[in-house]
């Protein structure tokens, strides 16, 4: 069953502008996972955010965590061609065990115009 | 890059065979992973394994199989394949079980 929901499910920008893509989950979590996916490739990691943490930067990247509303928000700043990907959320639910297994959201298409 | 070979990268094969995929790590990491994509619904695990011969089903395990009998090396196997399981097969690594995730390349698998 799938844990998160992304939004929106694609979103187009010039480069230079902020890209602003949310992920909402169903049930309590351990971390929440950003992936990128660029066409044709493996999932790279960009950041996790544990669920006692409220934010977190990495570069050009924000990602925020709000627990009391099962959501996260991942914020691109100065956007460029190179962001052009998908990008998915992925949670680790709480109580998953050992093996904390990984739940995909479907994604957003993010495009990043010249 | 973390060191993750999936191969093969692609395969056309017919309803009823049988078909594997193989996914070889360098990184000595405990933690294997085969996930399925498919358009309009992200990534789905199929099968993970936690250590040499631990190996459990993941969300959509129904067709599959899965083997680790070396740290290295995890196969997927499709016993009798279908056209359902036409998708791109990603393996990943993980060096603790709800951290961060490494993938290899995606295996194409079309099943005529």
């Known amino acids: 069953s799938q844990q998160g929901e992304e939004d929106p499910q694609a979103l187009s920008i010039q480069e230079g502008e902020n890209a602003t893509m949310n992920c909402s989950y169903k049930t309590s979590i351990n971390n929440l996972q950003w992936y990128r996916q660029n066409s044709g490739r493996g999932l790279v990691h960009l950041i996790l955010?544990?669920?006692?943490?409220r934010e977190k930067h990495s570069g050009r990247l924000r990602v925020t965590l709000d627990t009391s509303k099962k959501s996260s928000s991942l914020l691109i700043t100065a956007s460029r061609a190179a962001d052009t990907a998908s990008y998915f959320c992925a949670t680790v639910p709480l109580g998953g065990g050992s093996q904390g297994n990984l739940i995909f959201g479907k994604g957003t298409k993010l495009s990043v115009k010249p | 890059d973390a060191g993750i070979t999936q191969s093969p990268r692609h395969k056309v094969t017919e309803t009823g065979t049988p078909v594997t995929l193989r996914c070889h790590q360098t990184?000595?990491?405990?933690?294997m992973y085969w996930y399925r994509q498919d358009p309009g619904h992200g990534l789905r695990l199929i099968h993970y394994?936690?250590?040499?011969?631990?190996?459990d089903k993941g969300e959509v395990s129904d067709g599959y199989s899965v083997s680790r009998s070396k740290t290295e090396d995890f196969l997927l196997t499709l016993e009798s394949a279908t056209s359902s399981q036409t998708s791109v097969y990603f393996c990943?690594?993980?060096?603790?079980?709800?951290?961060?995730?490494?993938f290899g390349e995606g295996s194409r698998l079309t099943v005529l």
């Open positions: 955010i544990r669920s006692n943490e």
């Open positions: 990943a690594i993980s060096e603790t079980g709800p951290g961060e995730l490494f």
């Open positions: 990184e000595n990491h405990r933690y």
């Open positions: 394994s936690y250590g040499v011969k631990d190996t």
